[in-house]
């Protein structure tokens, strides 16, 4: 038998590539052009704006990472004791806002069903357990779109908080919701072409 908990390390190193790349097309990163190289206040101005780049880059993927770490500790438990935690009871441990939570935890119940079927597959990678807990692309998208729809329902009920302290937060969120939904089929075209190239 598989170790749970090695699964449960190529999920986590799956998820946190996933929030690094996601990063890259929520935060602008600045760019850098000859004339800032020759002027050195310009160069120094560059680097402090990358080094902001850099440090919100990291933030964003710890805190994307916190739900993401949180339903895979659910799943956990759901495989070893027999137990799945509530969806609701994550959400309320959660920092969300008490109005988005009931939302939070659908987006909850989607995550831990889908982290239980990865600890219960069989597999050498995370791409492996994919295909094994899957077995086609078309279910593996069918996944990936209620997974994208529960977390735009999320998102939609979040904004009006977040209007209160961020001024660009519909702009934000659209890049996510893109970004995430772009990066994610082509993710599932990746691993099921593999097997496919593999027969």
Known sequence: ME??????RW???????????LSLQVIDRPRLS???ILIPIIFVHYFYRFQRFVSGQ?????????????????AVEAVEKGKKPEPKTLAAA????EIVREKQAEVYAVLLDHYTDLLRARGDDVESLIRS????????LLFLNHLDRVEKDRNAQLKPVLHRTTEEVDEIVNRIERGSGALRREAAEKIFSKRSGSL
């Open 133 to 140: 807990a899957y077995k086609s692309q078309t279910n593996y």
């Open 58 to 74: 990291k933030e964003f993927v710890q805190n994307y990472l916190i739900g993401i770490r949180r339903a895979l500790e659910g």
């Open 94 to 97: 959660s920092d969300v806002p």
């Open 34 to 36: 000859i004339w800032m």
């Open 3 to 8: 170790d749970i908990h090695e699964k449960k």
């Open 11 to 21: 999920i986590l190193e799956q998820e946190e590539a996933f929030a690094r790349r």
